[in-house]
């Protein structure tokens, strides 16, 4: 990794070896502020309200729920005011959820430095600092700021968070600062980042970035875009219900100004326009889309995947193309020790003390990790001197003491050790054979190698030559269960899977192949090569690519970029601080629960609680399922609320009397509500994923749908009309005709209901029947029929309104979604 340091600022530093003195350090901290890097902005009730009223639905509801109370109906008012909670508790939940990602950013990063300043060492907060200082950081301490090591004495440094990558990396001193601009990109040996931390010996830092230039300051930058942006699923409801909200309002008008005109008074005028505002005004839509995303995250938890922002759960069912680590998403994430090839004059065991020898417990290294574990006999050596391993070396030396015996011990890459080896050729070749059969099937293989060395010949320096070759251990992480299945799964339903791995092409490709990924042989690519056809403009740089090898997290934020530009829906996953941009980015950003970073699990949409990729396929199918269920809920408050606006409207405008009372569209609401909110909220995903064609936007229903809505909602409307008219006769029996009418629009919501849930759970069974029975029994009991203003119906009447609910269910059929 390299940086570019401008010749200006370089120039600037100066190489004072006493610091810099209080006039530098005004002039500095006036041209580059403050190093803050992570700036929280201040919390309170008042920002969260402030965010919550940008929510025009919030307005929405709070203006309907008014509309009621002036009108009298607290019922209904009350339950809107209620359903105004979750919202509120949802802006308020995301600007928390703000506020604790930055926190976690903010974790990671030292509070204090120690600095030479004026000839002293001074201990001062690291918020303090300015490019120029000098900086002390000691084992164990983060780094505050980025800078270039002038002095170090054996530096080991944790990297992971910025790169992702495990093994520490080996800092050494900058000879000399760069004096042209050819020159000015500096390699990461001489940089220590902010964010970092040293495992081990001592640096003096000349600090170059602070606050949001340093490469930190980058990335928490790029993790604020866009956080309030809304989604597709919002837009697409807000829209829907501002033109239904739009009509209803104009119909509303004039039916009151035809009724003044029709001479009947402007008492009934505006009973009128109060009663078909009732029945007009679409509360139900937000109050489902809540009831629905709370469901969605329950459900999803019980997958295993942890929603942290509810919205997100249209798009997991919309995923086209998944980017995946390997390690321990798609394999268990743990190294195990599966083979043992020592020399002909070499046991087993002393292969295993050679490379124990040279592994350390504290790095954490999971190769160092699963040989101290093999171990069954106690190491007895006296360590001496370590040389680490780096990415850059790709060995690792340990000079001991052994029996009184002063030993070497090598282990690292096969062709690092056995360049530092004498093997006859024969004796190479049949050793090179057998570590790429190994590599082939997908192992993790590394050489180890020895040599004793003379006490008194010997003072220092890592020996490079004449060693004894070992031998080779080769190590696996094995794929997880259920993994192949799911693999499986998103290739039936065409769902794309990018496997993202810093591992060897060679062992990327044997695993891919053993998941399935890919056709028979799956299409590897190095992150370099993609960086590269990506920087020539290439549209098609990752067109058929099945495996990213050697690519480093902090890429990953350029190749979900390409990918959502060649129309992909992309999840992807992450667990680490420089995962973050991509999380942020990508369409669903999936962070890993068990070995994912807070700040990756706080970024992230959806924290995967048993890092297994094969909750990520589960989720997919619950996701689809719940929008969905979505989908036929306003497909049936559509098909339902047509009839009942057009009716309340068309009847009083044409003279008859008003069709409906409020206590009607009372009843009526109450059959609505719980059928759009319960019916198919409990429809659940069968797991299995099948081929959805994808949409370049978030549609709720295609044209042929809508098609089907429209025709359904007239025709009940005319069935509804017809029964009505036919009810009142010349003697306009009112009370007969408004039993009718209802009676036929009732059990044309059940017919609806049934055939959109197809009967799928107990509450459509349950509902189905408490409306048939409440229907009969409010109209057929005199006494209560007479409190609603109803009169009994007949025989006949019953068999009309039947058969008006099957023509309802029939047409329901054709349109529904799949």
């Given at each position: 990794m390299?940086?570019?340091?401008?010749?200006?600022?370089?120039?600037?530093?100066?190489?004072?070896?006493?610091?810099?003195?209080?006039?530098?350090?005004?002039?500095?901290?006036?041209?580059?502020?403050?190093?803050?890097?992570?700036?929280?902005?201040?919390?309170?009730?008042?920002?969260?309200?402030?965010?919550?009223?940008?929510?025009?639905?919030?307005?929405?509801?709070?203006?309907?729920?008014?509309?009621?109370?002036?009108?009298?109906?607290?019922?209904?008012?009350?339950?809107?005011?209620?359903?105004?909670?979750?919202?509120?508790?949802?802006?308020?939940?995301?600007?928390?959820?703000?506020?604790?990602?930055i926190a976690g950013l903010s974790d990671c990063l030292a509070a204090q430095a120690t600095v030479i300043r004026d000839g002293q060492q001074l201990r001062i907060a690291a918020t303090e600092l300015v490019p120029g200082d000098l900086v002390l950081v000691g084992p164990g301490e983060s780094c505050p700021a980025d800078g270039l090591i002038e002095y170090s004495g054996d530096v080991l440094c944790d990297e992971s968070l910025l790169t992702g990558e495990a093994d520490p990396a080996h800092k050494y001193a900058i000879a000399a600062l760069p004096r042209h601009e050819c020159d000015a990109h500096i390699a990461s040996e001489s940089w220590l980042f902010a964010g970092t931390r040293l495992l081990k010996g001592n640096a003096r830092l000349r600090i170059v970035f602070t606050g949001t230039e340093t490469l930190y300051g980058d990335i928490v930058h790029s993790a604020m875009l866009g956080t309030h942006a809304r989604t597709p699923l919002q837009n697409a409801?807000?829209?829907?219900?501002?033109?239904?909200?739009?009509?209803?309002?104009?119909?509303?008008?004039?039916?009151?100004?035809?009724?003044?005109?029709?001479?009947?008074?402007?008492?009934?005028?505006?009973?009128?326009?109060?009663?078909?505002?009732?029945?007009?005004?679409?509360?139900?839509?937000?109050?489902?889309?809540?009831?629905?995303?709370?469901?969605?995250?329950?459900?999803?938890?019980?997958?295993?995947?942890?929603?942290?922002?509810?919205?997100?759960?249209?798009?997991?069912?919309?995923?086209?193309?998944?980017?995946?680590?390997?390690?321990?998403?798609?394999?268990?994430?743990?190294?195990?020790?599966?083979?043992?090839?020592?020399?002909e004059d070499m046991s087993v065991e002393r292969l295993l003390e050679i490379a124990a020898m040279a592994s350390r417990q504290e790095t954490n290294d999971p190769?160092?990790?699963?040989?101290?574990?093999?171990?069954?006999?106690?190491?007895?050596?006296?360590?001496?001197?370590?040389?680490?391993?780096?990415?850059?070396?790709?060995?690792?030396?340990?000079?001991?003491?052994?029996?009184?015996?002063?030993?070497?011990?090598?282990?690292?890459?096969?062709?690092?050790?056995?360049?530092?080896?004498?093997?006859p050729d024969a004796m190479?070749?049949?050793?090179?054979?057998?570590?790429?059969?190994?590599?082939?099937?997908?192992?993790?293989?590394?050489?180890?190698?020895?040599?004793?060395?003379?006490?008194?010949?010997?003072?220092?320096?890592?020996?490079?030559?004449?060693f004894l070759f070992a031998g080779v251990l080769a190590f696996e992480d094995p794929v997880r269960a259920g993994v192949v299945d799911a693999v499986r799964q998103c290739h039936y339903a065409?769902?794309?899977?990018?496997?993202?791995?810093?591992?060897?092409?060679?062992?990327?490709?044997?695993?891919?192949?053993?998941?399935?990924?890919?056709?028979?042989?799956?299409?590897?690519?190095?992150?370099?090569?993609?960086?590269?056809?990506?920087?020539?403009?290439?549209?098609?740089?990752?067109?058929?690519?099945?495996?990213?090898?050697?690519?480093?997290?902090?890429?990953?934020?350029?190749?979900?970029?390409?990918?959502?530009?060649?129309?992909?829906?992309?999840?992807?996953?992450?667990?680490?601080?420089?995962?973050?941009?991509?999380?942020?980015?990508?369409?669903?950003?999936?962070?890993?629960?068990?070995?994912?970073?807070?700040?990756?699990?706080?970024?992230?949409?959806?924290?995967?609680?048993?890092?297994?990729?094969?909750?990520?396929?589960?989720?997919?199918?619950?996701?689809r399922q719940l929008f969905t269920n979505l989908q036929l809920s306003f497909q049936y408050l559509l098909m339902i609320h047509l009839p009942l606006v057009l009716t309340a409207a068309i009847i009083p405008l044409a003279g008859y009397p008003m069709l409906y009372l409020p206590v009607h569209i009372v009843w009526l609401e109450l059959i609505i509500h719980p059928t759009a909110l319960l019916v198919f909220q409990e429809m659940a995903a069968d797991g299995k994923l099948t081929y959805q064609p994808r949409l370049k936007e978030l549609r709720f229903f295609t044209i042929r749908q809508w098609f089907v809505i429209a025709l359904t909602g007239l025709a009940i409307t005319a069935i509804v009309t017809f029964t009505y008219i036919r009810s009142l006769g010349d003697g306009y029996d009112i009370e007969h005709a408004r039993a009718m009418a209802l009676v036929t629009l009732t059990a044309a919501s059940a017919g609806i209901a049934v055939m959109l849930s197809g009967l799928r759970s107990r509450a459509a069974w349950l509902i189905a029947a408490v409306s048939a029975g409440l229907a009969v029994l409010l109209v057929q009991t005199a006494a209560l029929a007479g409190l609603l203003h109803l009169a009994p119906l007949h025989f006949d009447d019953w068999l009309l309104a039947i058969a008006g609910a099957m023509t309802a269910a029939a047409l329901t059929l054709s349109g529904r979604a799949k």
């Open positions: 390299l940086r570019l340091a401008p010749l200006d600022r370089l120039n600037d530093l100066g190489s004072l070896q006493d610091g810099l003195d209080p006039g530098q350090i005004k002039t500095r901290r006036q041209q580059y502020g403050d190093n803050r890097i992570v700036e929280t902005p201040q919390t309170g009730w008042q920002d969260i309200l402030r965010n919550t009223a940008k929510d025009p639905m919030l307005w929405f509801l709070l203006s309907t729920s008014t509309v009621f109370l002036i009108i009298g109906e607290f019922t209904e008012a009350a339950i809107l005011l209620v359903a105004l909670l979750p919202f509120v508790g949802m802006d308020a939940y995301l600007h928390r959820r703000t506020q604790a990602s409801v807000g829209n829907l219900v501002a033109v239904l909200l739009g009509a209803a309002t104009v119909i509303c008008l004039g039916l009151a100004w035809v009724r003044w005109e029709q001479g009947h008074g402007l008492l009934d005028a505006l009973l009128s326009a109060v009663t078909l505002a009732i029945a007009a005004l679409p509360e139900e839509f937000p109050i489902a889309l809540t009831f629905f995303l709370g469901a969605g995250v329950y459900r999803l938890a019980k997958r295993r995947a942890l929603v942290r922002r509810a919205v997100v759960v249209e798009n997991i069912g919309r995923v086209s193309c998944i980017c995946s680590d390997k390690t321990g998403t798609l394999t268990e994430g743990r190294l195990r020790l599966a083979h043992r090839y020592p020399t190769v160092d990790l699963a040989i101290l574990n093999s171990l069954t006999t106690t190491l007895r050596a006296a360590p001496i001197e370590s040389f680490p391993f780096t990415e850059d070396r790709k060995c690792e030396t340990a000079i001991v003491r052994s029996n009184g015996v002063l030993f070497a011990a090598l282990k690292g890459a096969p062709e690092i050790v056995l360049a530092r080896c004498s093997l190479f070749v049949e050793w090179q054979a057998r570590i790429d059969r190994l590599a082939d099937g997908g192992h993790k293989v590394i050489a180890c190698a020895w040599q004793t060395l003379d006490g008194t010949s010997w003072h220092g320096g890592e020996p490079d030559r004449d065409r769902i794309r899977i990018v496997m993202i791995t810093g591992d060897h092409p060679v062992t990327a490709r044997a695993v891919a192949k053993e998941i399935g990924l890919g056709a028979t042989v799956p299409h590897v690519v190095t992150a370099d090569e993609i960086q590269i056809r990506l920087d020539r403009g290439k549209a098609d740089a990752l067109r058929d690519v099945d495996v990213i090898a050697r690519a480093v997290p902090a890429q990953k934020l350029r190749l979900v970029q390409a990918l959502q530009n060649s129309g992909e829906i992309v999840a992807v996953t992450g667990d680490g601080v420089n995962d973050v941009p991509a999380l942020q980015a990508a369409d669903v950003g999936i962070a890993m629960g068990q070995r994912g970073t807070r700040s990756a699990r706080e970024v992230a949409a959806i924290v995967l609680l048993d890092d297994n990729f094969h909750s990520i396929v589960r989720a997919i199918a619950e996701g």
